[in-house]
């Protein structure tokens, strides 16, 4: 029997992921998706019940949380409902289209006093997480300079949203997480050449204390899948894939390529949803890490359309 009851909205791309992890970790409830045949391919595959209307999903079942894994554009609407019904809610990245939206989606959670939190992923890649203890413990001395690239040809899948909060939001978190601190700086370029009307490449540079700063660079343009970061330390640096969760440290020293079994980073990540959900514990990344994210973003795409750098105070 399960001991928790959770329900997935939206069963697109990524949501089916959703559906086959808490199906394993055996607190798949329900799932709801307004599209009636995947809604019922679904059902039928986990044997669960199936909704394409997510309201009368939330007034029928007693559910202990939800996951929004629809098109960002919704997630307000969607995540607002099951916040306001005392329901935790998981919602995918980006948490909203924007920023005031986000502000919002805080204040719910505060006053229903249930559980948010992001899908921000990479905080649960085994090799993202092995770095960030690296930092923290000072191995290779203070952080520097982080590069990132996430690049991937568009496959004409999102549509509401653009590269910059899409794709280069999962490295905005990431910098943020592992300098430990807020950019007060935010200077981008962003430009479009396939994806119909919104920005398909995007060079964000984030500017922490200290001239630390992060360069992320993200496009739809690249055909190959590319998920890389590099850590500038004082002492040495660390070079990770995010897709194959290799990584290498090298310092004076030499070079150390940890051995480290391969984990899904979205197993990691819900495991540690429900362990949340059960204990009342503080999730990894707090609604305010959703929303300072799409503050950034926001920031981002401000600084490309005036030509200068964006100071934020977060
Ligand atoms: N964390 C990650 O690595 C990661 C990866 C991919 C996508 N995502 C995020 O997951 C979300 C979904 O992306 P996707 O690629 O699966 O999109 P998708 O378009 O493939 O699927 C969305 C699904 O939601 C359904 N839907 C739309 N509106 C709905 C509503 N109001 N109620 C119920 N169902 C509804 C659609 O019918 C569709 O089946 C996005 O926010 C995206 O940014 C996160």
């Known amino acids: 029997m399960?001991?928790?009851?959770?329900?997935?909205?939206?069963?697109g791309g990524w949501g089916k992921n959703h559906l086959r992890v808490l199906n394993e970790l055996n607190v798949l409830h329900c799932l709801c998706d307004v599209d009636p045949e995947r809604a019922s391919f679904w059902s039928k595959k986990y044997r669960c019940k199936a909704y394409t209307d997510?309201?009368?999903?939330?007034?029928?079942?007693?559910?202990?949380?939800?996951?929004v894994c629809?098109?960002?554009?919704?997630?307000?609407?969607?995540?607002s409902k099951a916040l306001k019904r005392g329901?935790?809610?998981?919602?995918?990245?980006?948490?909203?289209?924007?920023?005031?939206?986000?502000?919002?989606l805080l204040e719910l959670a505060k006053d229903s006093k249930v559980l948010l939190t992001v899908g921000f992923i990479e905080r649960f890649n085994p090799a993202v997480s092995e770095a960030k203890s690296a930092i923290k413990n000072k191995m290779l001395g203070d952080p520097l300079l982080l590069e990132f690239h996430r690049e991937n040809k568009w496959a004409g899948r999102v549509t509401d949203v653009g590269v910059v909060s899409d794709t280069s939001v999962h490295d905005i978190d990431t910098a943020r997480w592992l300098?430990?601190?807020?950019?007060?700086?935010?200077?981008?370029?962003?430009?479009?050449?396939?994806?119909?009307?919104?920005?398909?490449?995007?060079?964000?540079?984030?500017?922490?204390?200290?001239?630390?700063?992060?360069?992320?660079?993200?496009?739809?343009?690249?055909?190959?899948?590319?998920?890389?970061m590099t850590v500038v330390?004082?002492?040495?640096?660390?070079?990770?894939?995010?897709?194959?969760?290799?990584?290498?440290?090298?310092?004076?020293?030499?070079?150390?390529?940890?051995?480290?079994?391969?984990r899904e980073p979205l197993l990691i990540e819900l495991e540690h949803f429900v362990e949340c959900v059960k204990s009342g514990k503080d999730p990894l990344v707090k609604p305010k890490d959703g929303l300072n994210n799409t503050i950034i973003a926001e920031a981002a795409l401000a600084s490309s359309s005036s030509g200068t750098p964006i100071y934020l105070d977060l």
């Open 2 to 11: 399960n001991d928790l009851k959770i329900g997935v909205v939206g069963t």
């Open 54 to 67: 997510f309201e009368k999903m939330l007034s029928e079942e007693a559910l202990d949380a939800v996951n």
């Open 70 to 79: 629809t098109p960002t554009s919704t997630h307000f609407d969607i995540a």
């Open 87 to 104: 329901v935790n809610t998981f919602v995918e990245k980006p948490m909203t289209s924007s920023a005031s939206q986000g502000k919002q």
């Open 179 to 228: 300098f430990d601190e807020e950019p007060f700086l935010v200077f981008a370029r962003v430009g479009n050449v396939l994806a119909g009307s919104r920005e398909d490449f995007a060079v964000i540079t984030l500017g922490f204390k200290k001239e630390k700063s992060a360069f992320i660079m993200s496009n739809w343009v690249t055909p190959k899948r590319l998920r890389q």
């Open 233 to 262: 330390c004082t002492q040495g640096v660390i070079t990770l894939d995010f897709i194959s969760q290799e990584s290498r440290y090298d310092d004076a020293s030499g070079t150390r390529i940890p051995r480290r079994e391969y």
